[in-house]
Protein backbone atom coordinates (compact mmCIF):
# COMPACT_ATOMS: atom_id res chain seq x y z
CA UNK A 1 0.00 0.00 0.00
CA UNK A 2 0.90 3.61 -1.08
CA UNK A 3 0.17 7.04 1.15
CA UNK A 4 0.53 9.94 0.16
CA UNK A 5 -0.54 12.98 1.77
CA UNK A 6 -0.88 15.85 -0.66
CA UNK A 7 1.80 15.18 -2.96
CA UNK A 8 0.88 17.68 -5.88
CA UNK A 9 0.10 20.91 -3.15
CA UNK A 10 3.09 22.84 -3.61
CA UNK A 11 2.95 22.75 -7.82
CA UNK A 12 2.26 25.33 -9.89
CA UNK A 13 -1.06 24.63 -11.74
CA UNK A 14 0.85 23.88 -14.89
CA UNK A 15 2.78 21.50 -13.78
CA UNK A 16 0.26 19.68 -10.94
CA UNK A 17 -2.34 19.30 -14.30
CA UNK A 18 1.08 17.34 -16.10
CA UNK A 19 1.69 15.49 -12.98
CA UNK A 20 -1.32 14.77 -11.89
CA UNK A 21 -1.75 12.19 -15.30
CA UNK A 22 1.89 11.20 -15.30
CA UNK A 23 1.18 10.09 -11.81
CA UNK A 24 -2.40 8.32 -12.74
CA UNK A 25 -0.71 6.72 -15.61
CA UNK A 26 1.76 5.49 -12.55
CA UNK A 27 -0.39 4.05 -9.69
CA UNK A 28 -2.43 2.21 -12.36
CA UNK A 29 1.10 0.61 -13.50
CA UNK A 30 1.96 -0.34 -10.13
CA UNK A 31 -1.55 -1.80 -9.21
CA UNK A 32 -0.58 -1.05 -5.70
CA UNK A 33 -3.45 -0.04 -3.56
CA UNK A 34 -3.09 3.75 -2.82
CA UNK A 35 -4.32 6.35 -0.21
CA UNK A 36 -3.96 9.80 -1.62
CA UNK A 37 -4.99 12.62 0.72
CA UNK A 38 -5.96 16.10 -0.82
CA UNK A 39 -8.46 18.70 -0.44
CA UNK A 40 -8.24 19.14 -4.27
CA UNK A 41 -11.75 17.76 -5.44
CA UNK A 42 -10.62 17.98 -9.12
CA UNK A 43 -7.79 16.09 -8.37
CA UNK A 44 -9.77 13.46 -6.47
CA UNK A 45 -12.30 12.61 -9.49
CA UNK A 46 -9.60 12.74 -11.85
CA UNK A 47 -7.20 10.06 -10.05
CA UNK A 48 -9.61 7.93 -7.66
CA UNK A 49 -11.78 5.14 -8.10
CA UNK A 50 -13.15 5.12 -5.06
CA UNK A 51 -12.90 8.08 -2.37
CA UNK A 52 -13.79 8.53 1.37
CA UNK A 53 -14.87 11.93 2.33
CA UNK A 54 -14.19 12.91 6.43
CA UNK A 55 -15.87 15.45 8.41
CA UNK A 56 -14.15 15.35 12.12
CA UNK A 57 -12.17 12.78 11.84
CA UNK A 58 -14.42 10.14 10.54
CA UNK A 59 -15.52 8.50 7.40
CA UNK A 60 -19.08 10.11 6.14
CA UNK A 61 -18.99 8.63 3.27
CA UNK A 62 -16.89 6.04 0.61
CA UNK A 63 -18.15 5.22 -2.93
CA UNK A 64 -17.35 6.03 -6.73
CA UNK A 65 -16.96 9.65 -7.10
CA UNK A 66 -20.17 10.19 -9.38
CA UNK A 67 -21.92 8.53 -6.66
CA UNK A 68 -20.37 10.62 -4.01
CA UNK A 69 -21.55 13.51 -5.84
CA UNK A 70 -25.14 12.60 -7.47
CA UNK A 71 -26.00 10.93 -4.06
CA UNK A 72 -24.62 12.40 -0.92
CA UNK A 73 -25.31 10.22 2.09
CA UNK A 74 -25.48 13.15 4.65
CA UNK A 75 -25.68 17.47 4.32
CA UNK A 76 -22.10 17.66 4.60
CA UNK A 77 -21.37 15.85 1.67
CA UNK A 78 -24.01 17.59 -0.50
CA UNK A 79 -22.92 20.96 0.59
CA UNK A 80 -18.76 20.08 0.19
CA UNK A 81 -18.30 17.96 -2.95
CA UNK A 82 -19.02 20.10 -6.29
CA UNK A 83 -18.20 23.70 -7.25
CA UNK A 84 -20.94 24.82 -6.45
CA UNK A 85 -22.13 22.69 -4.06
CA UNK A 86 -25.26 21.67 -3.29
CA UNK A 87 -28.34 24.16 -2.48
CA UNK A 88 -29.64 23.43 0.07
CA UNK A 89 -33.55 25.00 0.68
CA UNK A 90 -36.08 24.53 3.75
CA UNK A 91 -38.85 21.95 3.33
CA UNK A 92 -42.30 22.44 4.69
CA UNK A 93 -45.21 19.80 4.82
CA UNK A 94 -47.86 21.10 3.28
CA UNK A 95 -51.37 20.18 3.75
CA UNK A 96 -51.28 17.61 1.48
CA UNK A 97 -48.83 15.58 3.41
CA UNK A 98 -46.13 16.64 0.71
CA UNK A 99 -43.02 18.86 0.96
CA UNK A 100 -43.51 22.35 0.14
CA UNK A 101 -40.14 24.07 -1.06
CA UNK A 102 -39.87 27.19 -3.30
CA UNK A 103 -43.44 27.45 -3.98
CA UNK A 104 -43.57 23.74 -5.23
CA UNK A 105 -44.95 20.72 -3.70
CA UNK A 106 -42.74 17.36 -3.51
CA UNK A 107 -43.34 13.71 -2.64
CA UNK A 108 -40.61 13.10 0.34
CA UNK A 109 -39.64 11.50 2.69
CA UNK A 110 -41.86 10.42 5.60
CA UNK A 111 -40.11 12.18 8.54
CA UNK A 112 -40.83 15.17 10.67
CA UNK A 113 -38.32 17.50 9.07
CA UNK A 114 -36.53 17.53 6.08
CA UNK A 115 -34.18 19.87 3.28
CA UNK A 116 -34.70 20.07 -0.39
CA UNK A 117 -30.80 19.72 -2.25
CA UNK A 118 -30.35 21.06 -5.46
CA UNK A 119 -27.04 21.28 -7.67
CA UNK A 120 -26.91 24.73 -9.86
Request: a negative charge.
Amino acid sequence: MILMDEPLSNLDALLRLEMRAELKGVLAESKTTTNYVTHDQVETRSLADRIRVMNGGYIVQADRPTQVYRNPAARFVGSFIGNPPMDLLPAKRSENGRWHVAGQDFDGPDTAAAEFAIRP
